[in-house]
Structures are given as structure tokens and as C-alpha cells.
């Protein structure tokens, strides 16, 4: 087993070899649980490192998609071997470079291993239909192409997952791909990137460019090789992501925000309803698109519901996530801790009132981390900046309301779409919810959170340029079908 090493010097990856670059100049990435360490020293690439990037992709495309779907799937089956073999080592790098505890990132490394399988078995299967001619001396089908190149760019809050849930499906297809991680987890991706080189992945099929979205990030989504953009992160950057891509007639899908509500009717099993509340909303630190932020409780057992939920949010242990009592680690970074401090405060500027939480907590111990209390309000409203914007922190909004009906229209009175719950025992409610309920991922008795990674991922409304990832539904984003009509 490899164990990790802190304060390395990392490199980009491009046409098969680690190079630096051209800029010269490296940041430090910071552990958000002590700030006084380095992580790792990762490139600042400029824009002439990302053109590199680029055209050893394109060069590589031509036999890449040449191979055959097994041929391609291959590569894939071994970097997962390589990833599940190397998992603590990448999961400790995440820990130590985002915060999540070591728990959470050895689920989502070995949710990498996962999907790199599930997509190296498809690459054996169909990608196209046979379509009846009304000419009986034709044969008309349709066959998937892949885009070219692809740019893939990634947040930071799951490092190994999101890049390889949208690599795997493009390498797969026959793309090549240039992957543009967050710069505050550019270590993980790093490690990523040596499990695919492990695995024997051929020069230029899949590249690493490191730097600033301003700079990398927008250079991508600008290039004129590159045939289509995967990005998710926040609904500002995907908002120009999207139309530089459609400014120059690429592919874009683009995965967002959310502002995600948990429904506890009145007859829900509160203990369960309670449990997956603090999980859906306080797991990661509340740094997930799929967060439960808005909390909606029928009034008759809203007295119940809060007191259990305090209760057991005074239990739990904020600490380094690398250490094994910790339930919950720091923010990922100073910016996301002041954005999250300052939605605690405007939370009470607007009349919201603070039950749990609210500050950094008092541990001394804590001091040099990006650490934040769990946080509860009552009392808020529909029109407050707490119940309306992503906050992408630890703090949960609880919000009374008198009837099932009244319970989705406040949930459904957001921007966002991606993940609703409700937890309930009658099926009427259960119908009436995944009718009524505009969100990508509609859940009964489950907190809000993603899916497996066989079904389709993705968000309604601002939540989405309302593509899916995962699973098959990823064929539709990373090829192009072409129409076949062949007369003998
Ligand atoms: P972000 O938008 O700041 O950054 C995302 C990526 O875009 C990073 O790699 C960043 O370097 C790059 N980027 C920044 N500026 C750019 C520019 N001008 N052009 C091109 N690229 C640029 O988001 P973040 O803070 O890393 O992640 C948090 C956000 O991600 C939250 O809003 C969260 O909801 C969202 N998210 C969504 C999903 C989903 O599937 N819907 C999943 C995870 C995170």
C-alpha cells in the first residue's frame, strides 16, 4: 500500500508525461482542518499549458476511437484495479485536501472503482437502433460517435468521484479527454491521474491541466478543439461555461446548484426522518448539490421533530476528518467558511431565528481549521435569502407549514431541482410528491442525496442544463448519433 505524503510537488499531465508549467509558478493547496499545512505544491498553468493539453487530445482521438468499446473498457477495468488498490492513499489525499472524513472519502474513491467498472462493461453494449426504411432495398440505423475532445471541468467538494463519473463515460464513448479539476483538490486529481497512468493509459487520451477557472477553466470552455464541456460547480461559472461552449457550437451540460428540501409529514417516523436529515444536510459539511437545506414539517409534530433533531445535533463532533471520532470536518476552504458565516448572519438580519449553531466553534483545538457549528433556524420564510440561495454549508432552515399541499409548494418555491425527499408512510402523499415535486431526483424515505450510479443524475430548473449523468442516460451527452441510410 502507497501512503501519502504531504508537501509533494505536483505536475500537469499531458500526452502521457508529468510536466510543469510553463508559467513556472505552483500554489500551495491547504488542509482546511490546519491551515498551517501544505497538502501538496500544484501547477498554476497558463493558458499555453492548456493548448498543449489540447491538441495532444485531439491527436490522440484518431486511433483512440478506433479501438473497440472492450478494447477501450480495458483501460478502464485496470485503472480501477489501480484505484481500488491505491483507495486509502487517494481517500487520505481528500481528506486531508477538502476535509471530508476519511470515512466519506473512501466511500467515494471506492464509488470511482465503481463507476470506472460499470463503465468499462459498457463498452460492449448496443449505441444504436435499426429504424425500418419504407424502401425495402435500404438499411437505415442510427451509430453513436464520440465529440472529440472533451473538457471536463470539476468542483472541488467530490474530488475523485464527479471527475471520474464524467471521464469513465467519455473515454468509453471514444472521446479524449482534458480534465480541468478544481484547483483546491488539483492533489486528488493528480493521484487520479496516476492510477490512469498505471494503468497503461495511451499518451494524450487523457490529460491533466491544473490552474485558475478564470484562466484554465475558460480557456477550455473556449477552445475551439474541444467538441463538448461537462462541467459542474456553481450556477455562476456554469451560466458562462454553457454559453461559450453554445457561442462556438460545442456540447455543454452543465450541473449546478440546488436548495434541497426534506419533507416530514405528520405521520413519517420521526427518529428515521430525523436521522436523515442531519445526514442529508450536515454530511460533507453541507457541501453538496444534493444538501438538505430546507426542512418542512407539518405543524402537529413540528415540536416533536425539532426537539429530537436539537438533540442530536448537540452530539455531534466537529474535528480533522482524518481523525476517527470526527463526524463532521471543516468547510473546504476559507472563502466557502466566511460565505457560510455570512448566510448565518443574514439569516438573522432577516428575521430568521438561531436555535443551534451559528459560529465557529469555541475548541481552541479547532482554531487553525475552516470549521463552522452545525446550524438551525426557525421561523424561516419563503422570501428569506437562507430559504432561496445555496448556502453549501451546515445549516438547516426549519420551516412549519399546515398541509401536504402547502409542504411542496414551499418546497418547490426555489430557483433549484435537484434532490427532494419526503419522508411519509402514506402513499397518496408518496404519489402526490413525485407527481407534484419539480426536482431530478425525487426520494420517499430517503434523505436527499444523489442515486446509484447505474440511474440517470441530474436537476430541473437552475439545478441543470437538464442532461443526466451516470449511467446509460451518459451516452446521450458524450455522442453524437449519426443517421445512417445504405442502399444496395
Ligand atoms: P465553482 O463554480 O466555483 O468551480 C467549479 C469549477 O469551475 C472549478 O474547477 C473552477 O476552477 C472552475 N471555474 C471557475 N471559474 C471558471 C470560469 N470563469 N470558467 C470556467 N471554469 C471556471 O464551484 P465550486 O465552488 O468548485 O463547487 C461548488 C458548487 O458546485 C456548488 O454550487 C455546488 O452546488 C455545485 N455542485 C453541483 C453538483 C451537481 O451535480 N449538481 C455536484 C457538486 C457540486
Redesign the pocket.
Known amino acids: 500500500m502507497t501512503t501519502f505524503q504531504v508537501e509533494q510537488t505536483y505536475s500537469n499531465y499531458i500526452n502521457g508525461e508529468w510536466v510543469k508549467a510553463t508559467t513556472g509558478e505552483t500554489e500551495p493547496s491547504i488542509n482546511p482542518a490546519n491551515r498551517k499545512q501544505v497538502v501538496g505544491y500544484v501547477p498554476t498553468s497558463g493558458v499555453e499549458d492548456l493548448n498543449q493539453a489540447v491538441a495532444a487530445a485531439k491527436a490522440a482521438a484518431k486511433d483512440w476511437r478506433r479501438l473497440t468499446g472492450a478494447e477501450r473498457g480495458n483501460y478502464l477495468f485496470q485503472a480501477a484495479n489501480v484505484l481500488e488498490r491505491r483507495a486509502d492513499e487517494v481517500a487520505e489525499a481528500m481528506t486531508r485536501e477538502m476535509g471530508k472524513t476519511l470515512p466519506e472519502a473512501k466511500g467515494e474513491t471506492m464509488r470511482g472503482v465503481a463507476i470506472l467498472r460499470y463503465y468499462a462493461g459498457e463498452g460492449m453494449r448496443k449505441t444504436g437502433d435499426v429504424i425500418p426504411s419504407t424502401d425495402s432495398e435500404a438499411l437505415m440505423f442510427t451509430t453513436r460517435v464520440p465529440l472529440g475532445v472533451v473538457g471536463v471541468?470539476?468542483?472541488?467538494?467530490?474530488p475523485v468521484a464527479?471527475p471520474i463519473w464524467k471521464t469513465a463515460p467519455a473515454l468509453i464513448y471514444g472521446n479524449t479527454v482534458v480534465l480541468?479539476?478544481?484547483?483546491?483538490t488539483a492533489v486528488t486529481a493528480a493521484k487520479i491521474m496516476e492510477c490512469f497512468e498505471e494503468a497503461g493509459i495511451p499518451a494524450g487520451v487523457l490529460n491533466l491541466v491544473c490552474g485558475?477557472?478564470?484562466v484554465?477553466?475558460?480557456a477550455?470552455?473556449e477552445h475551439p478543439d474541444v467538441g463538448g464541456i461537462t462541467?459542474?460547480?456553481?450556477?455562476?461559472?456554469?451560466k458562462?461555461?454553457g454559453a461559450?461552449a453554445l457561442a462556438r457550437g460545442a456540447k455543454y451540460q452543465l450541473?449546478?446548484?440546488?436548495k434541497n428540501p426534506i419533507i416530514i409529514a405528520a405521520d413519517a417516523d420521526l427518529d428515521l426522518a430525523v436521522e436523515a436529515t442531519i445526514s442529508g444536510g450536515l454530511k460533507s459539511t453541507g457541501?453538496?448539490?444534493?444538501a438538505t437545506s430546507k426542512v418542512i414539517i407539518e405543524r402537529k409534530v413540528y415540536d416533536v421533530f425539532k426537539e429530537k433533531l436539537l438533540s442530536q445535533i448537540q452530539e455531534i463532533r466537529l474535528g480533522d476528518g482524518m481523525a476517527s471520532g470526527s463526524w463532521m470536518g471543516p468547510c473546504a476552504n476559507e472563502g466557502?467558511l466566511n460565505t457560510v458565516l455570512s448566510y448565518i448572519q443574514k439569516g438573522q438580519d432577516e428575521g430568521a431565528v438561531l436555535l443551534a449553531g451559528g459560529k465557529r466553534p469555541d475548541d481552541p483545538g479547532l482554531a487553525e481549521g475552516f470549521y463552522v457549528q452545525p446550524t438551525v433556524f426557525e421561523g424561516v420564510e419563503s422570501h428569506m435569502s437562507i430559504a432561496r440561495e445555496?448556502i453549501?454549508g451546515p445549516v438547516l432552515a426549519l420551516m412549519p407549514v399546515d398541509s401536504l399541499e402547502e409542504a411542496i409548494e414551499v418546497a418547490n418555491d426555489t430557483d433549484y431541482g435537484?434532490s427532494a425527499s419526503i419522508y411519509t408512510q402514506n402513499v397518496g402523499a408518496m404519489l402526490s410528491f413525485i407527481r407534484d415535486m419539480d426536482a431530478g431526483l425525487v426520494r420517499i424515505n430517503a434523505e436527499t442525496a444523489?442515486v446509484e450510479l447505474q440511474a440517470p443524475?441530474?436537476?430541473m430548473k437552475m439545478?441543470?442544463s437538464h442532461s443526466r449523468?451516470q449511467g446509460q442516460a451518459a451516452i446521450e451527452f458524450f455522442t453524437a448519433i449519426k443517421t445512417v441510410f445504405v442502399k444496395s
Open positions: 471541468i470539476a468542483p472541488w467538494n467530490f464527479i480541468k479539476p478544481a484547483q483546491e485558475r477557472g478564470s484554465i477553466g475558460n477550455l470552455a462541467f459542474t460547480g456553481s450556477n455562476e461559472v456554469g458562462r461555461v461559450a450541473e449546478m446548484g440546488g457541501q453538496k448539490c444534493t466557502q445555496e453549501f435537484l444523489g443524475f441530474g436537476g439545478s441543470s449523468e
